[in-house]
């Protein structure tokens, strides 16, 4: 396990103690996502370049794993300056404090839904949105982005509920999104045994699921 990876870290990415914009994922998909150091001037100075230019959106393409190096050029700017307003001016350029924060709380998502912000399966923009959202609110709302396809307005609509005081089962029921549903493909022999035990039992494959589930994160 990595100190990126506990279960407070994932709970609390406030507490992360790995360095700023360390790879997230394995090193094939997160080559480019280059380490920052807000205590080292070099570093940092590298860091106020990446965030200048990565608000002016002229370094390198528009890929997910450039995305989350200027994330974490944001956040280690903002740790080594002290606040948004001094790293929005030490970047410069079309880089301001809302951009350095939308960007820096990307890079504070917890590493399991950072994840597929590298792979590509969520969109940089509604990692911004997601990145809103606090607690476990934030881990729901992300997997309903893997499991529902939301449009980054959707993303975007959701959080904004949520922040203004709504549930987000409710929020996503409002999107047409059953919270917890989830599409499953099993081996014939696990689906077979899934029916015939419930079918015995009297009762939903979900249910057998969800108490086989139960027992195995208890």
């Not at 860091?47 to 390198?60: I, L, M, P, Q, Y």
């Not at 944001?74 to 924060?101: D, H, M, N, P, Q």
């Amino acid at each position: 396990m990595t100190p990126d990876e506990g279960p407070s870290t994932e709970t609390d990415p406030a507490s992360r103690a790995s360095p700023v914009g360390e790879p997230v994922i394995r090193r094939n998909v997160t080559d480019d996502a280059a380490r920052f150091d807000p205590t080292d001037a070099e570093s940092l100075a590298e860091a106020a370049d990446v965030v200048r230019r990565f608000a002016e959106n002229t370094a390198g393409g528009a890929d997910n794993v450039y995305m989350l190096r200027g994330a974490a050029a944001c956040a280690a700017l903002v740790r080594g300056e002290g606040s948004y307003k001094a790293a929005a001016e030490r970047a410069g350029g079309e880089a301001t404090v809302s951009f350095i924060r939308k960007w820096a709380r990307v890079h504070d998502l917890p590493r399991s839904v950072r994840r597929y912000v590298a792979l590509g399966e969520i969109a940089p923009t509604a990692a911004k949105h997601i990145a809103r959202l606090s607690g476990e609110a934030r881990f729901l709302l992300a997997w309903a982005v893997l499991d529902h396809g939301l449009t980054v307005r959707e993303v975007r609509t959701v959080a904004s509920a949520v922040n203004d005081g709504a549930t987000v089962e409710a929020a996503l029921a409002d999107a047409g999104v059953e919270l917890g549903r989830i599409e499953l493909s099993l081996p014939p022999d696990l689906y077979r045994r899934l029916r015939r035990t419930a079918a015995l039992s009297d009762r939903d494959p979900d249910d057998v699921v969800v108490e086989a589930l139960s027992t195995y994160f208890e």
